[in-house]
């Protein structure tokens, strides 16, 4: 286990944000990306989660919606690397992770791809 401060881990996380290409980010569309220390205690050892309507599920009566929600959770993450560079992979996952669920893609799918 490495121990980050929450700062450093939320430079990681933005630098894996400023990674995503572009084109795919400029898609992005009412989400907010939230860093949090824990993950819920139903599932102490998630390291990101997607909570909102994946932009597949929209159609025209779409409008009014809090935005969704994208967490990245600091400690699950810490908890499983050895080095900060296992960190910056972690996040840069995790990230493209969650994104992913943004754009309708399921967890086999991300799992054939090695975002799993």
Same mark, same amino acid.
């Given at each position: 286990?490495?121990?980050?401060?929450?700062?450093?881990?939320?430079?990681?996380?933005?630098?894996?944000?400023?990674?995503?290409?572009?084109?795919?980010? *400029?898609?992005?569309?009412? %989400? #907010?990306?939230?860093?949090?220390?824990?993950?819920?205690?139903?599932?102490? @050892?998630?390291? !990101?989660?997607?909570?909102?309507?994946?932009?597949?599920?929209?159609?025209?009566?779409?409008?009014?919606?809090?935005?969704?929600?994208?967490?990245?959770?600091?400690?699950?993450?810490?908890?499983?690397? *050895?080095?900060?560079?296992? %960190? #910056?992979?972690?996040?840069?996952?995790?990230?493209?992770?969650?994104?992913? @669920?943004?754009? !309708?893609?399921?967890?086999?799918?991300?799992?054939?791809?090695?975002?799993?």
């Amino acid at each position: 286990m490495i121990d980050l401060d929450a700062d450093r881990f939320e430079q990681l996380v933005t630098a894996a944000l400023a990674e995503v290409p572009a084109e795919l980010a *400029d898609l992005l569309d009412n %989400v #907010v990306l939230f860093i949090e220390d824990d993950a819920p205690p139903h599932d102490p @050892h998630l390291l !990101g989660l997607y909570d909102g309507i994946p932009l597949t599920e929209r159609d025209s009566t779409y409008a009014g919606v809090v935005p969704d929600r994208i967490f990245v959770y600091r400690h699950p993450t810490l908890a499983i690397c *050895d080095t900060e560079e296992d %960190v #910056v992979e972690e996040v840069r996952i995790t990230v493209v992770h969650e994104i992913a @669920h943004f754009f !309708g893609i399921d967890d086999a799918r991300l799992h054939e791809l090695g975002y799993a």
